[in-house]
């Protein structure tokens, strides 16, 4: 038996992670934040001198990247580096490495790695199309730029960080353009993946969508 997948792609602070956190936590299945790993091989190669547009040495540390999920957070090389990925900087060096088709490459296995049983739900841009094509349910979670911008906002705000509302916006149109233009991977909606535009819609209702798809898909 094929070990069922949920695949949640969309574009940046659409919200998917905490939609599909959510669906895995209500599932028992394990989850896997995709851009975790783009976010982790930028900083990785931050730290290291390497520069983000060096196709071959950011691969060879995406290959042997010593990463680690546990208890909510993100781990390199043993150290919590939670916060640090999530920064706007290291967001736009995730997705300029998330380019190249070297890093995608190596990637790759280690993402089709984490389907174990009893499932998997996962969040990126190419989880439905590239890593996962035969999902049980692949989702497309989107929401107006200027909803993201004010979702990312909040959550800054929340944490005690300083965000700029007019600065989040342009990097979210700077992001989305990026993803959507590069020729590997490139961020859209796959013919076979159901739209889910959270616009106006609450985390829980998203959630229940999600859910509801899933035992349609059995
Ligand atoms: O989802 P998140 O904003 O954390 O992803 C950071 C960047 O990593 C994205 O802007 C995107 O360029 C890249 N990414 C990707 N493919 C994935 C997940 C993330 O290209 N599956």
Not at 5 to 30: E, H, N, Q, W, Y
Request: hydrophobic share 45%; charged share 25%.
């Amino acid at each position: 038996m094929t070990i069922a997948v949920i695949t949640i792609d969309g574009p940046s602070a659409s919200g998917k992670g905490t939609v599909a956190a959510r669906v895995a936590r209500l599932l028992g299945f394990a989850y896997l934040d995709s851009g975790a790993l783009y976010r982790l091989t930028a900083l990785h190669a931050k730290r290291g001198g390497v520069g983000w547009d060096d196709e071959a040495s950011v691969a060879a540390l995406a290959r042997a990247l010593p990463a680690e999920f546990r208890d909510d957070a993100v781990f390199l090389a043993g150290e919590c580096v939670e916060a640090e990925i999530r920064s706007e900087e290291i967001g736009m060096g995730a997705s300029a490495i998330a380019a190249l088709p070297a890093v995608r490459a190596a990637l790759l296995e280690r993402q089709r790695a984490y389907r174990q049983a009893p499932g998997l739900v996962t969040d990126g841009r190419d989880m439905g199309s590239v890593v996962f094509p035969d999902a049980t349910l692949k989702v497309f979670l989107t929401a107006g730029a200027d909803v993201r911008a004010d979702r990312r906002y909040k959550q800054l705000i929340s944490k005690g960080d300083s965000a700029n509302l007019p600065r989040i916006l342009q990097d979210i149109h700077e992001r989305d353009a990026r993803d959507a233009a590069r020729t590997v991977a490139p961020l859209r909606q796959e013919p076979d993946a159901r739209l889910l535009d959270t616009s106006d819609m609450t985390v829980d209702a998203a959630v229940e969508s999600v859910l509801a798809w899933y035992r349609e898909a059995l």
